[in-house]
């Protein structure tokens, strides 16, 4: 699996399609606890179903050309299970991504790019979505029937994002976004 900046891997989670080298790649009690910043209620009441208490997983990456020599930390808080398809489309991903320097839309946007060409036949749809007051693009990335949407928000250095398996609203992508900056 190759990998080139875990915002755009780990934001869009898109099941092992997108891809670089993935450095310290765990899930942990400490992620976890840090996830507990954000209820399963909060995100329940926003998605319309019962979703359990999140697993939290860090990801780190060390700087590299193809990712404009940026290196991150992620904390991903994955509220659902990978048991089967069926389970997946109702798994939410809340992320918050520190990255080694600040980068803008247009930068990340770059980056997506890179980062789909890496993965053959990901197809991948970048909108920018000004809604949230910052610097925010929604992603939608799809390969061999597998559709994913990601509502990310860029806060200088900070990433924030909303992940799911399928469609949903913007709005609720949005309102899952907001949950995301407690993390």
């Known amino acids: ?9 780990t934001a869009v989670a898109c099941a092992s399609v997108c891809a670089g080298p993935a450095v310290g790649r765990t899930a942990h009690s400490s992620a976890t606890q840090l996830c507990t910043k954000v209820s399963a209620s909060s995100v329940s009441s926003v998605m319309g179903y019962e979703l359990p208490a999140a697993t939290g997983l860090t990801l780190s990456a060390k700087a590299t050309k193809t990712s404009d020599d940026i290196s991150d930390t992620t904390l991903s808080c994955v509220f659902g299970s990978a048991t089967s398809m069926l389970a997946l489309k109702k798994t939410v991903t809340l992320s918050f991504e520190s990255l080694s ?9 770059v980056l997506v790019a890179k980062t789909s060409t890496i993965a053959k036949g990901l197809k991948v749809k970048f909108t920018a979505y000004p809604a949230l007051g910052s610097e925010s693009f929604l992603m ?3 390969t061999s029937g597998i ?16 992940t799911v398996y399928g469609t949903l609203a913007t709005a609720k992508l949005a309102s899952l976004v907001k949950l995301a900056e407690k993390l």
Do not use: C
């Open 1 to 9: 699996m190759k990998r080139s900046i875990s915002a755009i891997a």
């Open 101 to 109: 320097k600040s980068v803008s839309a247009a930068e990340l946007k």
């Open 140 to 142: 939608s990335f799809s």
């Open 147 to 162: 559709s994913v949407e990601s509502l990310v928000t860029a806060n200088g250095s900070k990433l924030y994002s909303a």
